[in-house]
């Protein structure tokens, strides 16, 4: 009577067949063997790697290689914040600018994994801000786009265990994922999660939010016209230039210093007093900024397109 053979004669029997696969063939090859069960495929591995063949390597390898394609593949990107706040039921995603984009209540049918705990509303948050970027790429017509998702949940940005859903959304949808970390007071979403009404994820002009990479925003002629006794000197000092226009003068990224675009301050909604303290909140800083001028920008009726230009230090001279 003959014995029953083990998984490491199936290995060896096989091996020159074997070597000849990628890892998926080896997994396809472990299925029809009878050999995909947990502990069955731990085994069939151990065995490969006896003869040389390191199944993990050649996955990883092959996770590698596509996720360099996709990059390669990447001419645009867009950047967006997400929040959630079990509290409320509510969630919220803003744009690189700040802008909300899409924000209300969870429902019972989200797919998104949401339970009314905290944690399960960031992640069901983040998940949505994947979504909202693949329809924006759609809309710009671009297959593949890189996304910057900026959380306050910092534990979302390892992208393993629970956020290991993330990377797998993201690989589905096209989206080259980079997950950075900011403070929750800072997170332009947060006040969103708490605001009554909504705002549906089709309301505003979904291609615009996806841009070159890399490329400067279109320049502009800034006609810059001050109103001295507006604003008090020592906010202004020599950052502004009665009526003069600064040239070509990009929109600032994250990182960039900023200038005030005084002539749309001046035109804005708020007082002498708010111009001045945004002013002083804004002028040589860099985006995100304070929670107080973000609360000035919104009073204002403007966006900080029209309210913030690239700093270029040679206009204080």
Known sequence: MKSKLTIKDKVTAAINELRGMNHGQLFQWSRENGLDSRAGFSAFKKALLA??????????????????????????????????????????????????????????????????????????????????ARQAANAAGQQAVKLT??????????????????????????????????????????????????????????????????????????????EVEAVPASVVETKAVSTAVIPSMPQPRRGEKCAVVLAALQSSELTVEERAEFIALVEGGCHPFPEKATALKNKSGLTWSQLTVKMIEEVAA
């Not at 990107?77 to 959630?84: F, H, P, Q, R, V």
């Not at 995603?93 to 802008?99: F, K, L, Q, S, V």
């Open 51 to 132: 003869n040389g063949i390191d199944y993990d390597a050649l996955r990883s390898g092959h996770q590698a290689a596509k996720a360099e394609a996709l990059t390669a593949a990447c001419t645009h990107e867009i950047t967006l914040y997400s929040d959630a706040k079990a509290s409320c039921d509510r969630f919220a995603i803003c744009d690189e600018d700040g802008e909300v984009v899409w924000y209300g209540r969870f429902f019972d049918d989200d797919r998104d994994g949401y339970n009314g705990e905290q944690s399960s509303g960031e992640l069901s948050a983040a998940l949505k801000a994947l979504w909202f």
């Open 149 to 226: 998702l900026i959380v306050d949940a910092q534990w979302l940005c390892s992208l393993s265990g629970k956020p290991a859903i993330l990377a797998q959304a993201a690989k589905r949808m096209n989206l080259d994922l980079t997950m950075e970390w900011i403070r929750g007071t800072s997170n332009p979403a947060d006040k969103w999660t708490t605001a009554t009404g909504f705002k549906k994820w089709n309301d505003g002009d979904l291609a615009s939010l996806i841009t070159v990479i890399g490329a400067e925003p279109v320049k502009k002629q800034v006609a810059v016209v001050v």
